[in-house]
């Protein structure tokens, strides 16, 4: 789990990187909440996602926005952070040309940004967004949601209450040809303090059910 620095707009951009062993392995690039608010890559969601995709083969990465730990530059209201999450899945995929297939993860802050991110890249094949901020920030963006993921939720979040996450999960669910699973978790709070194997174990299922019919298709 090497230290990366990636050549970011604002500058280098501090990150972790795991490279698969296996041949075309899939990749996944994770994203930290709030900079302003103590996210960094190092949070504990962001580090259970990022061990779930690694445990089903991917090579993952997860970074530092700009401002947070060895990352340059300040915090630009999410629309230098989209650039520079562009910047670390161009880095991504650079090193990893031949990549069977591409993921976003991100958590709270880190999940509105992917869910830009997910509109802007065409090649990004599914999504894993746990406690995206519907309350918070403007989803309307979705129009149509490219492509199909999981949305998680604590039933006891303090920051992100279920109702607007509710709602724009019934909204990407009547987009033709996308498929949402939407799972609440019970007695979780934001951070989902002592249920991190919970959310561990959804994110994995949920993985290798995405990956099944990819595999099938190849072998045919």
């Not at 149509?144 to 990407?172: F, H, N, Y």
């Not at 194997?197 to 299922?205: G, H």
Request: proline share 6%.
């Amino acid at each position: 789990m090497p230290d990366i620095i990636i050549n970011g707009p604002e500058g280098r951009l501090e990150g972790r990187y795991h490279h698969s062993k296996e041949n075309n392995a899939p990749i996944a690039l994770l994203l930290h909440p709030h900079p302003q608010h103590g996210g960094t890559m190092n949070n504990k969601v962001v580090y259970t996602l990022y061990h779930a995709f690694v445990r089903r083969g991917f090579s993952a990465l997860r970074f530092n926005f700009r401002g947070v730990g060895r990352s340059q530059g300040t915090f630009d209201r999410g629309e230098g952070e989209l650039s520079d999450a562009a910047a670390a899945l161009d880095w991504l995929q650079t090193y990893n040309p031949n990549a069977s297939a591409c993921w976003i993860g991100g958590f709270s802050f880190g999940a509105w940004i992917g869910m830009q991110l997910l509109m802007r890249r065409p090649e990004i094949d599914g999504f894993i967004s746990v406690a995206p901020p519907a309350n918070l920030f403007d989803f309307s963006f979705l129009a149509p949601c490219p492509a199909s993921g999981l949305i998680i939720v604590g039933d006891r979040d303090q920051l992100v209450p279920q109702e607007p996450v509710q709602k724009l999960v019934q909204k990407l669910m009547h987009q033709r040809d996308i498929q949402i699973e939407h799972r609440v978790i019970a007695g979780a709070d934001h951070f989902f303090a002592g249920q991190l194997d919970e959310l561990n174990a959804i994110v994995e299922e949920y993985v290798a059910g995405a990956q099944r019919p990819r595999a099938a298709a190849a072998e045919r």
